[in-house]
Each structure stands twice: as structure tokens, then as C-alpha cells.
């Protein structure tokens, strides 16, 4: 195989990166697709958190520093999707990346898809991850702050020539009022908006659960648009299960009654 790098990056931190990677890589093995995911967040790497506090030994900074070999540092999740994560020891915040586009390739032969959680902010860092990847994927919030970030690391992947395949509008409230638009995300960041992402209180409850959203609650508004992308990056169409809206207010009444 020779499975596709994509870069899950933002410049501003906080804004779903990471819940973003877990979830689009759970809606592509859903659909059949061998999937790695890779902590490149070496500074507050928390994507073995996401995966349910998952420790295995043998970290991104151990093959990066050539103490270990790339496959053994891959492990299966119960999802089924395969991971390296990073440790979190502080004197490995900055590891030595000239590795690191290696390490991605050797992740990409037995994957079709290499999902890479950047690291927050515009710095040199980020710049070498970004260039080890393929493809990039802009996470973002509809807020100025967050935008102009977003458009920062933007221009910064055009000048590199990097495929920019879009952004992603995470925690939406749908109020034209107080939060940009689509197409205000669009105007700033010069690239398509790939899928929009509601506020959803369960994405906060299945990072506690250390579960993914999308085995968490696959029927909630937001698990329902990642699936979308995750559709639309396999080039298939999403078609929503039936009677989704009406189970979920079902689900949420029952879970009102219940507290
Ligand atoms: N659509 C959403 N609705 C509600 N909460 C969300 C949503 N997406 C992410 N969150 C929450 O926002 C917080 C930050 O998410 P996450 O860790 O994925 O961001 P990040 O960009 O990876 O952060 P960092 O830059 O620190 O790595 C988490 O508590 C997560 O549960
Ligand atoms: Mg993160």
C-alpha cells in the first residue's frame, strides 16, 4: 500500500485537531480502510488520551531517535485503528524530526490512510511536520481568532506548494450573529470548507469516556458530519441513517428523565 499522509493542523490550538483525527480515522475504518494515526503533538501530545489512555511502550520519539523500529511502535485499537503515540515526558518535546517523513511513509505501506495530529501554532515545528505530510486538512472554529490562524498556515502550506485538500468549521453553533459563516471561512482561508461540525456536548462526554464519538454516539449531529468527510475522502456518498434526528431526541429525552 502506499496510503495517503494527511495532516490534521490549525495553527490555533484547542480547536479539535485531535478529536478531528481519532473520529475521521474511525468513519474510514468503518468503511473498510486501514487506518494509522500519528501523534506528531509532541509538546502536549494527548492522542493516546483520546484513544482511551491507551500506554503502549514504544513512542513516536523513540523511532524518531532510531531506538526502535516504526512497526514497533504501531498498535491496534479495539476500533481496529492502528496508532503511534508520543510521549509526554517533557525533555521529548522537541525531538530530532528529520525522521519523521520516514517514519510516515513506513506507517503509510500497510495503510491506506496516514491521519497525522499536528501540533498547535506557526513554528518551525509545525512547518516540518506539515512538510513531511502529503495533504493537509485545516481544522478550524468560526471565530476571527481562529480563522486568521487558519488562513496563516493556509498561505504558508501554498507557499510550500502543499495540497490543501480544505477546512473543516469545527464547533459551530449555527448563529450567523456571532460566528463567521461558511463562506466567510471560506473568503479567509482561500480553501473549501470540507465539512461543518456542530458544538455537540457529546464530543466533550466521549473524551471523557476516552472513547471516540463515533463509537460513542454514532447517531449524534457532529459523529454524523465527520462520517460525511470521511465519506466524501473515500469520494462516497453519506447517506444519514434513517429516522437519525427523531432516535436522537428520543435518546436525549431519556437521558434528561434518567438525571
Ligand atoms: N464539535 C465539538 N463540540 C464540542 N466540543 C468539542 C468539539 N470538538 C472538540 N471538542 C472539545 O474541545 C476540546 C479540544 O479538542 P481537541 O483536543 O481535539 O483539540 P486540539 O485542536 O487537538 O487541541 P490541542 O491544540 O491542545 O492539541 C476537547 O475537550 C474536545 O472534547
Ligand atoms: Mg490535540
Redesign the pocket.
Known sequence: MNGRVIGLI?G??????????VNIGVGLKQLGKEVTLVDA?FS?S?LGV?LGRYDHPVKMQDVLHEEAEPSSAIFRHPTGLKAITASNEIHEVEPDLSLLRDVLEEAGKESDYVLV?C??GLNSTVEKVMEACDELII?TMPTQTAGINAAQIVEKAKQRHQAVLGTIV???DNNPETELVEREVEMMTESDVLAK????????E??FHNTPLLVYDPISE?AMEIRKLSHALEGQQYTEPRFAAIKRKLIRLKEKIKR
Not at 490550538?13 to 485531535?18: C, L, N, P
Not at 461540525?197 to 466533550?204: A, F, L, T
Open positions: 490549525s490555533k490550538g484547542g480547536v479539535g485537531k485531535t478529536s478531528m483525527c503533538d502536549a494527548n483520546h495530529d501540533p498547535p481544522v469545527n464547533k459551530m461540525v456542530p458544538y455537540d456536548q457529546k464530543m466533550k466521549s473524551l457532529a
